[in-house]
């Protein structure tokens, strides 16, 4: 079993930053791509970016320029840079995983985006 767990979200005004980090635990022996999700009050979970070894980074337009997804050394751990943020992107944000032969969510950090 694969646990993720997230972190670094808040309260911040628009315009500021936040790190949003996730580390995956476990008896892991293959973990690939790893994403990040959000999900605003009353809308659908979406795509916010996704980090596949070996290849290039992909994002929701909606986020484009303004978050940057990285692994960390380690490999089990992804992060998401989030600068300028605008009160739209308030919501819970999802780590999620594809790890050994299954496919992982983490129980979300809330993302608050406010003056």
């Known amino acids: 079993q694969v646990q993720l767990v997230e972190s670094g979200g808040g309260l911040v005004q628009p315009g500021g930053s936040l790190r949003l980090s996730c580390t995956a635990s476990?008896?892991?022996?293959?973990?690939?791509?790893m994403a990040w999700y959000r999900q605003a009050p009353g809308k659908e979970r979406e795509f916010v970016a996704v980090?596949?070894?070996?290849?290039?980074?992909s994002y929701a337009d909606s986020v484009k320029g303004r978050f940057t997804i990285s692994r960390g050394n380690a490999k089990n751990t992804v992060y998401l840079q989030m600068n300028s943020l605008k009160p739209e992107d308030t919501a819970v944000y999802y780590c999620?995983?594809?790890?050994?032969?299954?496919?992982?969510w983490g129980k979300g950090t809330l993302v608050t985006v406010s003056s």
């Open positions: 999620n995983v594809a790890a050994n032969s299954g496919n992982y």
């Open positions: 980090i596949v070894s070996g290849g290039r980074p």
């Open positions: 476990g008896s892991i022996f293959r973990i690939n791509p």
